[in-house]
């Protein structure tokens, strides 16, 4: 076997068999790695995007997602969780941007972006607490759009555990205009082991 090293990319690849460290294989099955969970690229308009029958199988989701409109748009990109079909409410909400910080509570949505207005949008968030019931409900990430104020956001929102509770659906949704054809949102999720 032998070994490949790109210098400029930092990627080690084999040419033939299997690579291990230490007697472990490299990329295999272990914990802390992401799997695909769900992936979609809209083929029309949308006015959301739903991801549901989620579980606890994962300790942690990972969404990623990246749209482009023809021109200008008030999108509103944002998220909103539930159980089953019941809309959950009570979000803490935090935005931090090159100029400003907001914090809210009492929410039913949680806001992607602090300038509502692009051409693009690109956001990658984690979310905790999918699937488990009486837990809180814990969600982190940056996006980043085209406007020329408050391009990079970074965004945390929570929600409090409630008893009989179990979050296992969210909807991406786009409140002023609409979530563009061809837009990519992949979900990723991460087991402990």
């Known amino acids: ?75 509103g990109p944002n998220i909103r969780f539930y159980d089953g079909s019941t809309l959950l409410n009570g979000y803490g909400l935090h935005t931090n941007d090159t100029s400003n910080q907001t914090s809210s509570t009492g929410q039913t949505s949680a806001f992607l972006v602090r300038e509502l207005s692009g051409i693009y949008f690109h956001a990658v968030m984690e979310i905790w607490g999918i699937g488990l019931t009486n837990k809180a409900l814990q969600w982190t990430g940056t996006s980043f759009t085209s406007t020329t104020a408050n391009q990079t956001v970074r ?34 999720g991460r087991k402990s082991s």
Not at 4 to 33: E, K, L, P, R
Not at 45 to 73: G, K, P, R
């Open 1 to 75: 076997m032998a070994l490949t090293i790109n210098h400029q990319t930092n990627d080690i690849s084999a040419t033939s068999g299997s690579m291990t460290i230490d007697g472990s294989a490299v990329g295999g099955g272990g914990g802390g790695h992401y799997s695909l969970v769900s992936h979609t690229t809209t083929s029309s308009t949308a006015s959301s995007v739903i991801f549901d029958n989620l579980n606890d199988d994962y300790i942690t989701y990972q969404l990623v997602m990246n749209w482009v409109h023809a021109s200008q748009v008030s999108t």
């Open 155 to 188: 965004f945390a929102g929570w929600r409090a555990g409630t008893s009989s509770v179990t979050p296992d659906k969210f909807e991406i949704r786009a409140n002023w205009s609409s979530i563009p054809a061809g837009a990519n949102l992949t979900l990723y």
